[in-house]
């Protein structure tokens, strides 16, 4: 796996990819440990008098209208936002690179009948399908959150690991490796993911980005993440009553969403980079 | 002389453009002995590769092995296998090693890796021994410092030093036939003879049989026992090394041997053949080397058979018939 440490000495040494890991390890590490220090994003401070209050010292972030602390139900959000990306995404690029596999490897009716089942897919608008499906129940689980995004976001990503493996397949290492007995297991596993990865990672780096905005839009509509569980999206819907006399309960979560999506793309454009062979 | 290869009658297809098919290996027949080489010669599109691909079964998938066709492995029938059973005999029985050795090694894993991975596919040996066993492998082939060579990429690696260890990844399991298709064409004149040396004295430790596949007749000299070559999908003319080069008998064999410049003698004007190898679709009828034959005579209008012109030495060709047989 030395060209993916390779790839990302790479980022690490552009200022950009280097801004971009920092920003998502910080957001990482505040995501995980962050609410240990702060209070309860539940926790109602001031139960006399439920009104948002601007932002201070005791509340760097302010207080949002039923008075609870913003800065902790931002971290809280983040956890939430992160944990959804991160799980979607594992799924969807386990089954991109699943499915592109089989289609590039097997080729023929196979690859035919699942190239156009892509294709179909693609042409639905996978945000209308996904709150067609939302939509329908009360509530939904976190869980079904993370499958449906998950299942409807591997598409592009097979298209992209069927045509990697249509290259390699005709690379004589792949047919090397034929002529000296390894198992089909082998082939497609050591030869041709494992030479797949970097794109693949590529994906996936844009792939987190991707879905956080994807679960902020669904949360804004109230389809996604359901309150009282913090997300971003829901922070910045329950803020927007209150947008002229309390801007800081929508701004905070929406500069958290800018900048961790800015975060992925810088981070997923020094990994193509990176990966390009012509070396940009 | 123990015989570890038969080829007999080999045919291979694929489908044209208008549903027939066309047969690039077209009726190729020879034998291998342990612990000799036989050198299968021919200009690109002869169908020299395809022949060597059709012994493990790896023929691309729109193409097939014609019935009638036999691939006898020491007792195995090669074509009658399929899947675990015919893995077995790839690396195992036959290893193969190909022409760009910038491409034949997998980039992102290290030589002893892959090495490993080639004795691991066949034996059952723990991952240390399987290391151990690179080691020595990497030596054999002629690696300096092979310890320290095991955990190189690839692409730390020269032209030379690659198409070493893809010998040795080929030699991992000890297969008793080791088919070289062009293994010299991509490496510089020095190195490829070294890699030809290495490959001869693998081939006397081992007693292995090697299949040399080239277009360069000058590789072949000093190098293989025997010596078929081919064109248009046929084996024109067959011999021993020493009896092929000092009566090349086959006009196209005579061609070649025109066409290659030489260091001793009088200086001359290369003689190239005229003309260009017919496509497979359109093998011409009759003698397929007619059209461009300057000794064509009405008999090539009809295919020849191999005809015999000397001691162990046969042509595909009419002349054949009005020459005494040399012994």
Redesign the interface.
């Known amino acids: 796996?030395?060209?993916i440490g390779e790839a990302l000495q790479t980022v690490w040494e552009t200022p950009r990819g280097r801004a971009g890991v920092m920003f998502l390890g910080f957001l990482v590490l505040l995501a995980l440990f962050g609410p240990l220090a702060l209070p309860d994003p539940a926790r109602q401070f001031d139960l006399d008098e439920l009104a948002a209050v601007s932002p201070s010292v005791d509340h760097p972030f302010g207080t949002d209208q039923l008075s609870r602390d913003v800065l902790s139900r931002v971290v809280s959000g983040a956890r939430i936002s992160l944990a959804v990306a991160a799980l979607a995404v594992a799924l969807s690029v386990t089954l991109g690179a699943g499915v592109g596999l089989i289609a590039g490897y097997w080729?023929?009716a196979v690859d035919a009948l699942l190239m156009r089942l892509v294709d179909g897919a693609l042409a639905i608008p996978r945000l209308f399908l996904l709150m067609l499906v939302l939509v329908v129940p009360d509530r939904v689980p976190l869980l079904a959150l993370v499958l449906m995004i998950g299942t409807t976001g591997w598409f592009a990503t097979s298209r992209l690991v069927r045509a990697e493996v249509l290259r390699l397949r005709e690379?004589?290492?792949v047919?090397?490796?034929?002529?000296?007995?390894?198992?089909r297991r082998?082939i497609i596993l050591?030869?041709l993911l494992?030479?797949a990865?970097g794109p693949l990672l590529v994906a996936a780096t844009l792939g987190v980005g991707d879905v956080i905005l994807l679960e902020s839009g669904l949360s804004f509509l109230g389809l996604g993440v359901q309150p009282p569980t913090p997300s971003w999206g829901g922070m910045i819907l329950d803020g927007r009553a209150a947008i002229e006399a309390a801007p800081w309960i929508s701004i905070f979560p929406g500069v958290a969403i800018v900048l961790t999506v800015l975060a992925t793309s810088l981070v997923g454009d020094a990994l193509r980079d990176a990966f390009d062979p012509r070396g940009a | 002389m123990t015989r570890v290869l038969e080829v007999g009658n080999l045919r291979v297809s694929f489908p044209a453009r208008d549903g027939r098919r066309f047969f690039p290996v077209d009726g190729v027949s020879f034998t291998l002995d342990r612990g000799e080489t036989l050198a299968l010669v021919g200009e690109s599109g002869c169908g020299k590769s395809l022949t060597s691909l059709a012994l493990?079964q790896?023929v691309p998938?729109s193409g097939r092995v014609e019935p009638g066709s036999t691939i006898r492995l020491g007792d195995t029938d090669v074509l009658s296998l399929k899947g675990e059973a015919l893995?077995?005999?790839?690396?195992?029985r036959i290893?193969?090693?190909?022409?760009?050795p910038m491409?034949?090694?997998?980039?992102?894993?290290t030589v002893g890796d892959q090495i490993a991975?080639?004795v691991r596919?066949?034996l059952p040996v723990s991952r240390g021994e399987a290391r151990e066993r690179a080691r020595t492998l990497l030596q054999e082939v002629g690696i300096p410092d092979p310890a320290g060579r095991l955990d190189a990429?690839p692409h730390q690696l020269s032209g030379g030093m690659r198409q070493r260890v893809?010998i040795a990844?080929?030699l991992?399991?000890e297969p008793e036939i080791l088919v070289a298709d062009e293994p010299t064409t991509a490496l510089d004149v020095t190195v490829q003879a070294q890699i030809l040396e290495v490959l001869d004295q693998l081939r006397r430790a081992r007693g292995m049989a090697v299949l040399l596949i080239t277009h360069d007749l000058g590789i072949v000299a000093g190098r293989a026992d025997r010596v078929s070559v081919m064109y248009a999908g046929q084996i024109v003319e067959e011999a021993p090394t020493p009896e092929l080069f000092a009566h090349p008998s086959h006009p196209y064999t005579q061609g070649l041997f025109a066409s290659v410049p030489r260091i001793s003698g009088p200086v001359n004007r290369l003689t190239p053949i005229g003309g260009t190898v017919p496509a497979p679709t359109a093998w011409p009828t009759g003698c397929r080397f007619r059209p461009r034959c300057p000794q064509a005579f009405e008999k090539c209008q009809l295919p020849p058979e191999l005809l015999p012109v000397g001691p162990d030495h046969r042509m595909r060709c009419w002349l054949a018939e009005g020459r005494p047989f040399r012994d």
């Open positions: 796996m030395r060209i080729g023929g690379e004589t290492f047919q090397a490796a034929e002529a000296l007995g390894a198992s082998r050591r030869h494992v030479n990865a | 493990l790896l998938a893995r077995h005999i790839r690396g195992r290893g193969m090693i190909f022409q760009d491409t034949s090694l997998n980039p992102v894993f991975e080639g596919a066949h990429y893809m990844i080929a991992a399991a």
